[in-house]
């Protein structure tokens, strides 16, 4: 250490742990938690405080700081590094709480014991590793041959402690490698329900949901469920996710109490309101009936649209002059309409409300041009076209529905490969890993909430389609898209002739304010269906010209076009939509959106984006890709 190039020599640098924080710190070690928590930063550079000199540092404090030259010295000297200091911890505690990866591998090739207990939590260095959550480190006290099922002092193993710091990859991992997802602790609670019991929130209780546990397990000591402790703990979260995983309420514990019971008890009336409506609709006939009907609630919900859409015409076309009249079927209507939804059709599938109401649109739209407008343009040109674009309308909006836009599939083993590999590799975050889906993240691929699901080169969820728009299905969106815009078109010409033939209007004459009253005197329903039609042209057009702006122009998606513009807005210098890996011309932008080759003169990209992880850029072919 006497070179002037040593380490010891320079300042800067973060600050060091001591120990495990808050209540569960060994006594006589304070800490402060400012080191980074990446860890491949934190394995590869040592702290460097504010000293001019460590070449006296004892081998304790040298460790904290990731000092690996003066702490090989020492050893080399004669210190044990079995030797726990008097408190009764490790070097190995030392080096994994600070995520020193290099001292780890020292300190057990030297002799080091894996898992040393030591501390006044009578803890391993796995145990205080996994409370930092440097993934890295446990990987590799666990390749040494660390036990991740042994006890701490506090009655915690390897997975509760992950589960209590929420530390999602920590208990993926664990998980991945074998380990139980049911794995109970000292009094018996398992993971699930220690999360239900002491963390406030959906995480990590919803990711442990995902490797099945058992719902209905009992601890040691009291006999209460996951439920039962997220009732203690007024956890409305869990309760909610237990109840939808389909946890019994019907579980008693040592005492006889069901988790309603405990509910009533601490008078919380929102999780008493869960779990009675809960109870009553598994012994209620009607519901019973109604999951039968579950499979058919989307064809209800466009029924009761349907009959909306037209009684709302039907009303405003009525010969009474009356609007209290009109005001009370309106109000009328939209409590009849309110009740019925809210007693046959599902919350969930109520979100395929705006999905509903467009395709009741075009079917109102399509009736009122048969009825209405037909026999004004039979000698025009116009049957036809209409007809076809209809069609054609109807179909790509059956193939953008149905079509798979790209979701991201994997099996359990799968899964758990994957995991690891990423894991191992330092690459498990929400970058490259989805803790929704738990799958590997390809490239271009986001998670969408809507359809609680990872889709490959997502572009948007369309609210009036009721689907995601991904690389499976974007195609056949952007053509429903032009269809949609064309029908909306030929029935504003539609209407236009129809209110020139049938209407008196004096719009040179008196203007445009009575002018309205002259057309909505003279057909309401016409002005109705009329004002339907230029919103679906609006929004559709508009998403049109943005569509083409994006594929032809940029070669990408919405989303995109929107991240890239939010880091223009945040970055130093600004960044071009038109400069992305993703952009390859005009031409080529087409031909690999459409996948046409046009009689051989262009060569689109054939990529499979739901397997697409990297992407190598050839300047000569402006882009390879590469599955990886």
Not at 263 to 285: D, P, W, Y
Not at 561 to 573: D, T
Request: aromatic content about 12%; charged content about 15%.
């Amino acid at each position: 250490m006497s070179g002037t190039s040593s380490p010891c020599k320079m300042h800067g640098g973060h600050g060091h742990q001591h120990g495990p924080h808050g209540s569960h710190q060994p006594h006589g070690h304070h800490w402060q938690n400012v080191i980074p928590q990446d860890d491949s930063v934190m394995s590869s550079q040592p702290d460097f405080p504010h000293m001019d000199d460590c070449s006296n540092w004892d081998i304790v404090k040298a460790t904290q700081h990731g000092i690996l030259q003066r702490c090989k010295e020492l050893v080399e000297a004669g210190y044990d590094v079995r030797q726990p200091d008097k408190e009764n911890v490790t070097l190995l505690h030392w080096a994994a709480i600070n995520n020193r990866l290099e001292l780890v591998k020292y300190y057990i090739s030297k002799g080091a014991v894996v898992d040393q207990l030591g501390g006044d939590l009578n803890s391993t260095p796995l145990h205080w590793a996994i409370r930092q959550g440097h993934l890295q480190v446990i990987i590799l006290l666990l390749q040494y041959g660390a036990d991740p099922t042994l006890i701490d002092g506090e009655g915690y193993s390897g997975i509760h402690l992950a589960v209590l710091f929420q530390h999602i990859p920590v208990i993926a991992y664990f998980i991945s490698k074998g380990q139980s997802i049911d794995t109970p602790d000292l009094h018996g609670r398992t993971p699930l329900m220690l999360a239900a019991k002491q963390i406030i929130g959906p995480e990590p209780t919803g990711f442990l949901l995902k490797f099945h546990p058992s719902l209905n397990a009992v601890d040691k000591v009291h006999r209460n469920s996951a439920l039962h402790w997220a009732v203690l703990s007024a956890n409305v979260n869990a309760v909610d996710l237990l109840l939808e995983a389909g946890s019994s309420f019907e579980i008693q514990n040592n005492k006889g109490e069901t988790p309603l019971d405990i509910a009533n008890q601490t008078r919380n009336r929102i999780i008493t309101h869960m779990l009675s409506v809960s109870e009553s609709n598994k012994s209620s006939r009607s519901f019973r009936l109604l999951k039968k009907l579950e499979k058919y609630e989307l064809f209800l919900l466009l029924l009761i649209s349907l009959f909306l859409m037209w009684s709302v015409g039907f009303i405003l076309d009525m010969e009474s002059d009356s609007w209290l009249l009109k005001g009370g079927l309106f109000t009328a209507l939209a409590i009849g309409t309110q009740l019925l939804a809210r007693h046959f059709v599902g919350y969930k599938s109520q979100q395929h409300l705006p999905t509903a109401f467009f395709v009741s649109s075009i079917f109102w739209i399509f009736m009122t041009w048969f009825i209405l407008f037909l026999p004004d343009l039979a000698e025009v040109g116009f049957q036809i076209p209409f007809i076809l674009s209809n069609i054609l309308l109807l179909y790509l909006f059956y193939k953008t529905w149905r079509t798979d836009p790209g979701f991201i599939k994997t099996s359990e083993e799968e899964t758990k490969r994957t995991i690891v590999t990423l894991a191992e590799a330092g690459c498990l975050d929400f970058r490259m890993f989805c803790t929704s889906c738990l799958v590997k993240k390809p490239l271009r691929s986001v998670h969408c909430h809507n359809c609680n699901s990872c889709v490959a080169r997502y572009d948007q969820h369309c609210i009036w389609t009721g689907r995601c728009i991904g690389a499976g299905n974007h195609h056949n969106f952007f053509l429903f898209l032009i269809f949609l815009s064309m029908v909306c078109g030929w029935m504003v010409f539609a209407t236009c002739v129809y209110w020139k033939r049938h209407c008196e209007t004096s719009f040179d004459k008196d203007g445009l304010w009575i002018f309205i009253t002259q057309i909505v005197s003279c057909s309401p329903w016409v002005l109705y269906i009329f004002i339907i039609v230029i919103f679906h042209f609006f929004w559709s057009t508009l998403m049109l010209i943005l569509q083409f702006y994006q594929i032809v122009f940029l070669g990408l998606t919405t989303q995109e076009r929107i991240n890239v513009h939010i880091q223009s807005r945040r970055a130093k210098f600004p960044v071009s939509l038109r400069k992305t890996p993703f952009n390859q011309g005009c031409l080529q932008n087409i031909a690999d959106f459409f996948q046409c080759r046009c009689f051989g003169l262009l060569k689109p990209n054939v990529v499979d984006w739901t397997r697409q992880y990297t992407m190598i850029i050839d300047p000569s072919q402006h882009s390879h890709f590469q599955t990886v």
